[in-house]
């Protein structure tokens, strides 16, 4: 595309070329972990120096080395009443509107509350693993609030792997595709308790004041010990006033998760804003068995918290309110956060919180952000660690590894003109090993991932592979 960015690309956190709570971090620490894979190496940290430990644990960063560079004097419009006429696909978007990650590396984020896996796994009964698995599903689009910033998109052949031993997961990712771009990911649990894995390929729409993603590919959770399977697909995020005006995102739809050995399904409706925004945020649906009888309700915000009830409780909470009995009104969780108004897409000032419904249970709520968010792109406690660089760890990673990407580094360390120059260099790279390829008449060779069907779904799919965490690296393309 001749090194220009789609304008889709910069409000999103897709690809469009190619088209703090109850639980505590220490809760989420996984002890006595085992290793799953028969890769020789566990990986990160063998080689080099490796942050102060406390109890055992890793330390990571906090912080990122520069502040997000300030966006006040960019806007898409700026750059948009330039090219009236022309081809809207083809609008260069400065880096500004980017964040220091790769696609790949936001698509991890998925695993911030992976200790929900954990506890799924422990539960005995169907329906307590199901509400587990429910939480995660909610938790996994949380970090997208309010970030606003667009992922560098990955370059074909492009990978990130993360190992956690004190969340117990280590994760692979690879973007098999670049027409379409798709990214698929695995995971495993390393007490051997879960496999994680899926493709992502999102579908843009534009509406003139918005950007709708719908994302497309089966996201699968085996949970070994219980020989269960659950699958689903996310649900759609649209990012507000990208033409001009304070960026806000929402998302909704209706998320269905399977338990494909029992048959329950738990149904989840991520709610649109609405007229004055009463819905902003909201998340409400149920479990149910095979037969569509309901045995939980689930409600909350994707933003702050899951609860769940019985059914029972729940019906007879509603009737009384439709009745207008004071004396049963549902109290406010205070230990939620609000989101900002807006005035240009009609984004109201939330006027609540979740209320909370007597007798209800906490499913999960949300890690409470750092401090210095808002300087750092809005990123999470977790997202903050995703690009951190090791010393020594360029030693034992793959080449083609995010961290490795000379313009997301450029960006992280605040220099902004390098991190444009690289862009633009590695996109011409990308372009030349293409054509390349055309003129020898080769196709591009997947390295870790393969297509074939979802073992349960019955659906496309692109499947792990293996061998990965053996770290034979001979034959990983140089894309840098």
């Known amino acids: 595309m001749n090194g220009e960015e789609e304008f889709f690309d910069a409000v999103t956190g897709f690809d469009s070329e190619n088209s703090s709570g109850e639980f505590s971090e220490a809760d989420q620490r996984v002890a006595g972990v085992m290793r799953v894979d028969t890769g020789r190496s566990n990986g990160i940290g063998k080689v080099g120096a490796r942050p102060p430990q406390e109890n055992g644990i890793q330390k990571h960063r906090t912080s990122l080395p520069a502040p997000m560079f300030t966006r006040s004097d960019f806007s898409v419009w700026s750059i948009l009443k330039k090219c009236i006429g022309l081809e809207l696909s083809k609008i260069t978007m400065p880096i500004v509107f980017n964040e220091p990650l790769s696609f790949l590396q936001r698509i991890t984020e998925y695993m911030e509350h992976v200790f929900l896996i954990h506890r799924a796994s422990c539960q005995p009964q169907a329906l307590e693993r199901m509400q587990c698995v429910a939480a995660f599903a909610v938790s996994a689009v949380a970090s997208q609030w309010e970030r606003t910033g667009k992922p560098f998109n990955p370059l074909l052949g492009e990978t990130y792997e993360l190992i956690r031993e004190d969340l117990g997961f280590r994760f692979i990712s690879e973007q098999v595709s670049h027409h379409p771009p798709v990214s698929a990911f695995y995971s495993e649990g390393l007490n051997q308790d879960f496999l994680f894995h899926g493709s992502i390929y999102p579908k843009l729409k534009f509406w003139g004041k918005s950007v709708e993603a719908e994302p497309r590919g089966t996201i699968t959770l085996e949970l070994l010990k219980h020989n ?83 059914p029972a409780a729940y019906e007879s909470f509603k009737k009384r309110e439709r009745r207008g009995d004071q004396l049963s009104k549902a109290q406010p969780d205070n230990g939620s956060q609000k989101a900002d108004g807006d005035v240009l897409d009609s984004v109201p000032e939330v006027q609540e919180t979740v209320q909370v419904i007597p007798g209800s249970k906490l499913l999960w709520r949300v890690n409470t952000r750092p401090p210095n968010s808002a300087q750092m792109y809005n990123f999470t406690s977790f997202t903050v660690s995703l690009n951190e660089l090791q010393s020594g760890m360029e030693k034992t990673l793959a080449p083609t590894d995010c961290r490795l990407r000379p313009d997301i580094r450029g960006m992280e360390n605040g220099d902004m003109d390098l991190a444009s120059q690289e862009k633009e260099r590695l996109e011409e790279k990308q372009r030349e090993a293409r054509r390349e390829r055309a003129k020898q008449e080769a196709e591009w060779q997947t390295r870790w991932f393969h297509q074939g069907s979802n073992p349960y779904t019955g659906t496309p799919d692109w499947l792990y592979t293996g061998g990965y965490f053996e770290r034979n690296f001979s034959r990983c393309p140089d894309i840098y």
């Open 228 to 310: 269960e399977a659950y699958t689903w697909t996310n649900p759609t995020c649209c990012v507000h006033n990208v033409i001009i005006g304070k960026l806000w995102i929402e998302q909704y739809g209706t998320v269905e998760i399977v338990n494909h050995r029992t048959g329950d399904k738990c149904v989840l409706h991520f709610k649109p804003c609405g007229l004055f925004g009463k819905e902003l945020h909201k998340v409400e649906g149920h479990i149910q068995d095979k037969n569509k009888k309901k045995l939980f309700m689930i409600y909350g915000k994707w933003t702050e918290c899951l609860w769940g009830i019985d």
